[in-house]
């Protein structure tokens, strides 16, 4: 059973920081892309940042580039997302997702992350 | 970047409806389009992938098409699980971008 467990979210105040890490399981993760997508409270989805199997190919949303890198581990099966200089609009569930145009998708149940004073 | 423009943005529809959502993309995706259900408190699940193809474990009463731009999601008898909010997301480039969202009610 594949599985994605994210953690590391909480409460952090305006212009700290915060890693986010995503365990997977039940798939070859080194095999696989992986992208952080976030959803503020109440609001849609906002893909965040993207990275290949072999982190050669690194993709930013304008909202978080030069504040966030996403990073892998492929010998720990885990995903990461470090979080600088954050803002209250930051504050969103994060989940770390294996996307694919032919299928098969899969998400984590998702990370809370609350910016605030 | 490729703006993924969702309609509408809710609906209240009646069990039995047929029901088409609607996502035009700004610039061509070929096929890279997904459609996903998002429930409360609920990771989103894929639907639809590469414009027109049934997930595993879909309900065949759903269905993908496309018309030029245009992506269309059609429930066909809607039942009381369909009910949620639908996201559309273009696969064709980064950065990747959804549609807002459709809010699907019972009346």
């Known amino acids: 059973e594949v599985q994605l467990v994210e953690s590391g979210g909480g409460l952090v105040q305006p212009g700290r920081s915060l890693k986010l890490s995503c365990v997977a399981s039940?798939?070859?993760?080194?095999?696989?892309?992986m992208n952080w997508i976030r959803q503020a409270p109440g609001k849609g989805l906002e893909w965040v940042a993207y990275?290949?199997?072999?982190?050669?190919?690194?993709y930013y949303a304008e909202t978080v580039k030069g504040r966030f890198t996403i990073s892998r581990d492929n010998a720990k099966n885990t995903l990461y997302l470090q979080m600088t200089s954050l803002r209250s609009e930051d504050t969103a569930l994060y989940y770390c997702?294996?996307?694919?145009?032919?299928?098969?998708?899969?998400w984590g149940q998702g990370v809370m992350v609350t910016v605030s004073s | 970047d490729i703006q993924m423009t969702q309609s509408p943005s809710s609906m209240s529809v009646s069990l039995g409806d047929r029901v088409t959502i609607t996502c035009r993309a700004s610039?061509?995706?070929?096929?890279?389009l997904s459609w996903y259900q998002q429930k409360p408190e609920k990771s989103p699940k894929l639907m639809i992938y590469?414009?027109?193809n049934l997930e595993d474990g879909v309900p065949s009463r759903f269905s993908g098409s496309r018309s030029g731009s245009d992506y269309s999601l059609t429930i066909n008898s809607l039942e009381s699980e369909d009910t949620g909010i639908y996201f559309c997301l273009q696969h064709k480039q980064y950065p990747r971008t959804f549609g807002g969202g459709t809010k699907l009610e019972l009346k």
């Open positions: 990275i290949s199997s072999g982190s050669s190919y690194i």
């Open positions: 039940g798939f070859t993760f080194s095999n696989y892309g």
């Open positions: 590469g414009a027109t």
């Open positions: 997702a294996r996307l694919l145009s032919t299928g098969r998708d899969y």
């Open positions: 610039q061509d995706i070929g096929n890279y």
